[in-house]
């Protein structure tokens, strides 16, 4: 895949994690800093390694499909690796301005 289709697929990558939202925070992940890594190989395969607001989130199940369910729909997208991790240990400065406005942090 050549640059350009790289980066408008990269694109199209953010802009999706950004309709997935954890059921009990109005913002959605890729705005509250959970998503760590995206790496598109020329292949059109995906790995993401993201993690959550706390270990034992409830949700974490049902974001994890949804995440993976939207990213697979995208055209160029081959396969979809999502690797769940907890280091660095997520907390509210990895959040956007945009975020912490939203929840009244700011």
């Given amino acids: 895949m050549d ?3 790289h980066l408008q697929l990269e694109e199209k990558i ?3 994690l950004r309709t997935v939202y954890d059921p009990e925070i109005p913002v959605d992940i890729y ?3 959970l998503i760590y890594k995206i790496d598109l190989d020329n292949d ?3 790995t993401v390694d993201m993690t959550l607001t706390a270990p034992n989130c409830p949700a974490a199940d049902f974001l994890m499909e949804d995440i993976r369910i939207k990213l ?10 999502i ?3 907890f280091e660095p240990e997520w907390n509210q400065d990895m959040m956007t301005e945009e975020a912490k406005l939203e929840l009244g942090f700011l």
């Fill in 3 to 5: 640059a350009a289709t």
């Fill in 14 to 16: 953010v802009d999706t």
């Fill in 31 to 33: 705005s509250l800093g």
């Fill in 44 to 46: 059109g395969n995906l």
């Fill in 72 to 81: 697979e729909a995208i055209e160029g997208i081959k396969s979809v690796n």
């Fill in 83 to 85: 690797n769940l991790v």
